[in-house]
Structure formats: structure tokens, C-alpha cells
């Protein structure tokens, strides 16, 4: 008999149902051929648990994700859910679910694909050939630090690291450059914040047990900046949890449409593999979303998480082949598309070509 998985599903809000349905087309086109089951487990999270429910992250769905191998994410949130108290929106249901889940590290892999070389809004020769790996620490720093309130005339969080946090997800990274160019760029803000500082020598510590890496530091400004003026420069970017957020929306946009780019939120134990984007509810059940962030997520699941890099090549392969064929959903703009795809017709497309 084939290997079984068991896969947590969680869809979402907004477009996060088109596009898991995608990525469990594709899943399923996959599994036959490939000698694999996957059993699937819907869980609700977000604005769907708080409609459902009354929190944004139920205990069941807090149980079910640790009973599965992996857990494949959508997007959550949405306009609908905008007024309700902090703790109970849909995000704060995301932020409970990895700090749960132990998510320590959220890997954020930034490819400009060639044959999207025109798509970007940067110019072709600045972004071909890009390929950035963003380590992301997710469960500490300002998102969670004490002391946090909200008073009628101020308001305050608190920017907070401890050496094994900063110690664990640095690990992490330099296990990656080892894998890659071997460079990590570490990104802070030394020059103003104690929690930086803490950040960059913690960071310069770790080194030691890699003499192969080349390790650099940043400020975040600059870093931002940098990317944009010269990407290539980067291989890693090793950063925290505020600063990894908008510096992988920003290196999204290198690759055409942030409706590309996958993430895997790993560490302890089960990890959780989501779109980087949100939930797009302007755009939600119009059937135009890009589903290809998620299905490069399943991707990523398939590879870190069960072990089936073979069917995880498959799914790169067949993303690559549909953009060199000129298929397109509309985010991606008209540049050297044959044919504007809908999202299910996208996901066709990838289902065809792994299975065959
Ligand atoms: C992301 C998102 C989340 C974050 C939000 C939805 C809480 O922007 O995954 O990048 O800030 O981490
Ligand atoms: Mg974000």
C-alpha cells in the first residue's frame, strides 16, 4: 500500500476557498501517480470560525492540526470582521494557530520566474534571475511582546527577543544558506533598537558554527531599499517578525504578483503551509484569483513536510510550464500571455500537466 498523510485544511475567508480548492485539485491529480493518499481534514480558522463559532480559532481546529502530518492554509480576514475587538479577529486566530503550532521559522521563497521577467513592474535585467530565500521569525518580536494595550489616549507594544529565539531561527537560516549560495543578509534596526542590537550579536554568535556562510547585516530601511534598486544582491534575508512581513510583500513584487509566492511556516512539529497574500476580499468568489501562490505552497508541503520532493518537482515543473505557455490569471497583467485564465482553469491546467 501507498504512503497516507493526513492534511489539515483550512480555507478561510475571502478568496481562500478558490484557491484551496485549487491546490487539493492539483494534490489529488498528483496522489494517484505518485503512490501516495491524502486525507483531508477541514478546520475552521478566522472570520469562517467566527461566523460558525464566535472565535477566530476554535478549540477543535487547535486539536485537529496536531493530529495531521501538515496542515494547507488559504487566507483569512476581511471587511466583514474589520469591527470586532482585537482578540477576536480573523488574524488574531492566525497568530494563535503558530504560536500553537510552534511555527517558528515562516519561509518565504521570493523567484522571479523567466517567464515573468516582463510582468514586474521593475525592469526585466533588475529582476531576472532572482532568487531570494526570506526566514521569517513568526512567533516572537513586536506581534506577540508584553506589555500591549490600547488606552483612549496612547497605545503600546512592545518589540521583545530572547537569545533562543533569535538563536533557533538564525540556526534555520544558516541551515538553508548551507543549501543555497551560502550568504545570509540579517536585517534589523541596530542603530535605533536595544532588541536589534540583541538581534545582530545573537546573530554573529551562530555564525561561528558556520565558517562557510558569509554573514551580512542591514538596516531594514535600507534593506528595503536595496531591494528594490538591486535584489540579486540577496540569497537569505534572515529578519524578524515585523520586518520579514513587509520586506516579503515587498520582494513579492519582484516576481510579478504577490499571487505568486508560497510560504511554510515550520519548527516544533507540524507545520503550516499558506499563500503569503491575504484574503483579497475585493476580488473574493469572482473566480480570478491566482491560485498558483497556494499550490506552490502545497509544493512546499509536499517537499518539507512528508518528504515527496519527486511530486513537489512535479508541481514546480508544471507551474513553469503553464507560464511558459502563456497562461495568466489577470494579476499578472497581459505581458506575454496567450490566454487570461480564471483561477479553477489554472488549476486545470497544473492538473493536467502533473499527471501526465
Ligand atoms: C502574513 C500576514 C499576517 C502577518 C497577518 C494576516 C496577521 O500579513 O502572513 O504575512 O502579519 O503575519
Ligand atoms: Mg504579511
Known amino acids: 500500500m501507498g504512503r497516507n498523510y493526513k492534511i489539515g485544511v483550512i480555507k478561510g475567508d475571502g478568496i481562500g476557498p478558490e484557491i484551496i480548492d485549487e491546490a487539493i485539485k492539483v494534490l489529488d491529480a498528483l496522489s494517484a501517480n505518485m503512490g501516495f493518499n491524502l486525507e483531508y481534514n477541514e478546520m475552521l480558522m478566522g472570520g469562517a470560525a467566527i461566523d460558525a ?3 477566530p480559532l476554535p478549540d477543535e481546529t487547535i486539536q485537529g492540526v496536531k493530529k495531521c502530518d501538515a496542515v494547507l492554509f488559504g487566507a483569512i480576514g476581511g471587511p466583514k470582521w474589520d469591527n470586532v475587538e482585537r482578540h477576536l479577529r480573523p488574524e488574531s486566530g492566525l497568530l494563535a494557530i503558530r ?3 510552534g511555527t517558528f521559522a515562516n519561509l518565504r521563497p521570493a523567484i522571479v520566474y523567466d517567464e515573468l521577467v516582463n510582468a514586474s513592474t521593475l525592469k526585466p535585467d533588475v529582476v531576472r534571475g532572482v532568487d531570494i530565500m526570506v526566514v521569517r521569525e513568526l512567533t516572537g518580536g513586536i506581534y506577540f511582546g508584553q506589555p500591549r494595550e490600547l488606552f483612549e489616549d496612547r497605545a503600546y507594544n512592545t518589540m521583545v527577543y530572547t537569545r533562543e529565539e533569535v538563536k533557533r531561527i538564525a540556526h534555520v537560516a544558516f541551515e538553508i544558506a548551507m543549501k543555497r549560495g551560502k550568504r545570509i543578509c540579517s536585517v534589523d534596526k541596530a542603530n535605533v533598537l536595544e532588541v ?9 554568535e551562530v555564525a561561528k558554527e558556520y565558517p562557510e556562510v558569509e554573514l551580512t547585516h542591514m538596516y531594514v530601511d535600507n534593506a528595503a531599499m536595496q531591494l528594490i534598486r538591486n535584489p540579486k544582491q540577496f540569497d537569505v534575508i534572515l529578519t524578524g517578525n515585523i520586518f ?8 513579492s513584487m519582484l516576481s510579478g504578483s504577490i499571487g505568486l509566492l508560497p510560504s511554510a511556516s515550520t519548527g516544533k512539529g507540524v507545520g503550516l503551509y499558506e499563500p503569503i497574500h491575504g484574503s483579497a476580499p475585493d476580488i473574493a468568489g469572482q473566480g480570478i484569483a491566482n491560485p498558483l501562490a497556494t499550490i506552490s505552497s502545497a509544493s512546499m508541503m509536499l517537499r518539507y513536510a512528508l518528504g515527496e520532493g519527486a511530486a513537489a518537482d512535479k508541481i514546480d515543473d508544471a507551474i513553469k510550464k503553464s507560464l511558459a505557455k502563456g497562461y495568466r490569471t489577470g494579476d499578472l497583467g497581459a505581458y506575454d500571455a496567450v490566454e487570461i485564465c480564471s483561477c479553477s482553469e489554472i488549476g486545470d491546467i497544473i ?3 502533473v499527471s501526465q
Open 53 to 55: 463559532t464566535g472565535v
Open 99 to 101: 504560536k500553537e503550532m
Open 196 to 204: 536589534s542590537q540583541f538581534w545582530r550579536e545573537t546573530v554573529i
Open 244 to 251: 520579514g512581513d513587509i520586506l516579503s510583500d515587498a520582494a
Open 351 to 353: 492538473a493536467k500537466y
